[in-house]
Each structure stands twice: as structure tokens, then as C-alpha cells.
């Protein structure tokens, strides 16, 4: 029904910048908000960030004013630029979508993408 799929992860240098993004496709009838989570080895999934379709966005203590999450809702992705990397940032980050789709429009779900892994060297 809904697919998500992250890219733009890799490897960056301490104090880098990097630009994750994220598309939502599939039989969407409506996707009320869109996040970045990432889990590194050995520790649990923490939120990164997310964004409501109205633009409303909530920020880990961690990465606020370093990361920067953003929309388009017209093409359903979201998009985390990072900046300032730490090592501390490396992870797998995954994406979430909350969406409803057409086959069962009030019915929302929540769909994960694949991950991508984001590598940051000292």
C-alpha cells in the first residue's frame, strides 16, 4: 500500500554535513506526519525528528539546531539535513511515515522505511 525509502546516508567527516531524504510513494490518501529515528549498535531507537503536514516539527534534544527536518507535501517526502556531525550521530536512521492509504483511507498506519546508514569519523 505505502512504501518507504530513505537515501543519501554515507560517510562524513566530524563537522560535516549530510542530506537524508525520504519518499513516501505508493496508494496514499493522506500522511499526517513524517519522521527521521535512528538506532546506533548496542542502543535503542531514539527520535531524531519530525514534521506534521502543517509544518509543526519536534526536534531531539541532541540534534536541535544542528539538524533540520523539512517536507514537500506535494511529492510526500521529508527531508533531515545535518549539519555540524558528531561521531555520537553515527546510526542507522530510519524514516516513518503516518499515513492512511486509499484502500482504507481511515485507517492511519505507521510505515518504516529501510534505514540508511549515516557514518560520521573523528
Known amino acids: 500500500q505505502v512504501q518507504v525509502v530513505e537515501s543519501g546516508g554515507g560517510l562524513v567527516q566530524a563537522g560535516g554535513s549530510l542530506r537524508l531524504s525520504c519518499a513516501a510513494t505508493g496508494s496514499i490518501f493522506s500522511i499526517d506526519l513524517m519522521g527521521w529515528y535512528r538506532q546506533a549498535p548496542g542502543k535503542q531507537r531514539e527520535l531524531v525528528a519530525t514534521?506534521?503536514?502543517?509544518?509543526?516539527?519536534k526536534y531531539a534534544d541532541s540534534v536541535k539546531g544542528r539538524f533540520t527536518i523539512s517536507r514537500d507535501n506535494a511529492k510526500n517526502t521529508v527531508s533531515l539535513q545535518m549539519n555540524s556531525l558528531e561521531p555520537e550521530d553515527t546510526a542507522v536512521y530510519y524514516c516513518?511515515?503516518?499515513?492512511?492509504?486509499?484502500?482504507?483511507?481511515?485507517?492511519?498506519?505507521?510505515?518504516w522505511g529501510q534505514g540508511t546508514q549515516v557514518t560520521v569519523s573523528s
Open positions: 514534521i506534521t503536514t502543517g509544518g509543526s516539527t
Open positions: 516513518n511515515v503516518l499515513a492512511s492509504s486509499i484502500a482504507d483511507m481511515r485507517l492511519v498506519r505507521s510505515y
